[in-house]
């Protein structure tokens, strides 16, 4: 499923042949195709890294979180929707990658990437960017470089406000036009 960077994110609506927008605004980051061409270059290192831990602090348990992030006391969790069933391959190469947090628990901390979409506010909170968590398979395996704006907003994050990035946003209907 394709859309373009930074077009308004749209969450079509089941019940109706309408779309559900939200307040504040939201814009599409990552969600590529493979017949399409995409923006290709370097990433910071402490971006990636901070994509990284976005993906992981919605997907991991409260106490693997406390291992990887001793002194974080109220994680973020930017996490808004995720798919019920397998995960999704990538669209550009078919692999179904794993995030692999590199801790020796007793249990699974593997995450499997193409279940979840995740949103980060910029640093003003008046726009939120919307993604898939494929969007870090992309930006290391095939040198996809999401929009400048996207990686300023990564690069100011605070993991450890506590933010619930579904708190931040609210359903808001188009406006109707009279006849």
Sequence with gaps: MHYPDLEEYRLADPKSARYAFFE???RNVGWLWREIPFEQGAVPAQVTRTLRDVIMMGALRRDVLQALYPSCTAPSDFRTHIVRGPALP???CGEEPVLDPGLALAWPTQVALGRSEYAIPNPGRTLLY???DLVLHDVEA???RPPADFLEALDGL????GVVVNEL???RRPKRRLL
């Design 90 to 92: 990538c669209p550009l």
């Design 142 to 144: 095939h040198g996809y």
């Design 158 to 161: 605070d993991l450890c406000t």
């Design 130 to 132: 919307i993604f898939p």
């Design 169 to 171: 946003r609210t359903r």
């Design 24 to 26: 504040p605004a939201t």
